[in-house]
């Protein structure tokens, strides 16, 4: 038979191991006529961003005439602006041109016998007083003042007349004063040998020196230097239509298969003046062999 607890321990044991959490408290307005107000939910805060307009100083007449002026050089500069063509070889023609005139204007001057008509004309004669003998009679002061140089270079051609008569170059002389002078030019030249006429003073006979193989191999010699020069001028011609290619590849104003098709006609044209230059040289030395 089961023995009967004590009424103290059956409900000791009867009771929930964790405590009853505590009632809630209920709290009632004082004044049951005026409930409390209600406060209305508030959204999030937000941040609005804006932009304002930079205040800036208000340009006078002189500033709108500036501007003005500006695009209008510009619109001006854009429609005159001449078109970039990579083929235009009009200054580098003209440089070739010019380097084969001038190569045949010195060839032509070459002679094998030595000096011709030409050069003779050319030689510098002085004319005039030298420093420190410009004085007047009297003592005064001559033009020039004292110890001012009064020496005139000018041709021979410009105070004589120069004529080739075969193989002598006949000069006559335009004024008594002049003789001198146009002497001591001709004495520079010591290839040279010259004659008086016996009835007149003022007239001179030059013989020109006979061809020999060594006035012949000097004309040689003249004719290559000048061909040489020649040579050189149509390299900077060259060098000078390269640079206006390379201005316009580094501003890219024309297209590099433009370029290069344009640097190829370029030696096209090159080797043509070069071969031109050496054919006139070569003429003028076969004309040297003859005499």
Do not use: W
């Amino acid at each position: 038979m089961r023995a009967k607890l004590p009424t103290t321990l059956i409900s000791t044991l009867s009771r929930p191991r964790f405590p009853r959490p505590p009632s809630r408290i209920t709290l009632q307005p004082c004044c049951p006529n005026n409930p409390a107000p209600t406060h209305p939910t508030l959204p999030p805060p937000t941040r609005t961003l804006t932009t304002t307009t930079p205040l800036l100083k208000k340009g006078g007449k002189q500033d709108s005439k500036r501007t003005v002026s500006l695009n209008a050089s510009k619109a001006q500069s854009q429609a005159h602006s001449p078109t970039v063509n990579a083929f235009d070889f009009s200054d580098y023609e003209a440089a070739i041109e010019h380097a084969h005139e001038h190569l045949k204007s010195e060839l032509a001057k070459i002679k094998a016998g030595g000096r011709n008509a030409e050069d003779i004309e050319g030689l510098r004669v002085v004319l005039g007083k030298g420093g420190g003998e410009g004085r007047g009679d009297g003592g005064n002061e001559g033009i020039g003042g004292r110890g001012r140089a009064e020496r005139e270079s000018v041709k021979l051609g410009d105070v004589a007349s120069v004529v080739a008569r075969g193989r002598n170059v006949g000069v006559l002389v335009g004024e008594k004063d002049h003789l001198k002078p146009v002497l001591s030019a001709l004495a520079s030249l010591p290839s040279l040998t010259y004659t008086t006429s016996p009835t007149d003073p003022l007239t001179l006979t030059i013989a020109i020196p006979p061809v020999t193989a060594e006035s012949r191999l000097a004309a040689k010699k003249q004719a290559d230097k000048k061909g040489e020069e020649a040579l050189f001028a149509l390299r900077e011609a060259r060098g000078a239509q390269r640079k206006k290619h390379r201005s316009m590849e580094l501003g890219r104003l024309v297209g590099p298969d433009e370029l290069r098709r344009a640097e190829r006609e370029v030696e096209k044209v090159n080797e043509g003046a070069v071969g031109e230059a050496r054919r006139l040289v070569e003429g003028c030395r076969r004309g040297l062999e003859g005499g």
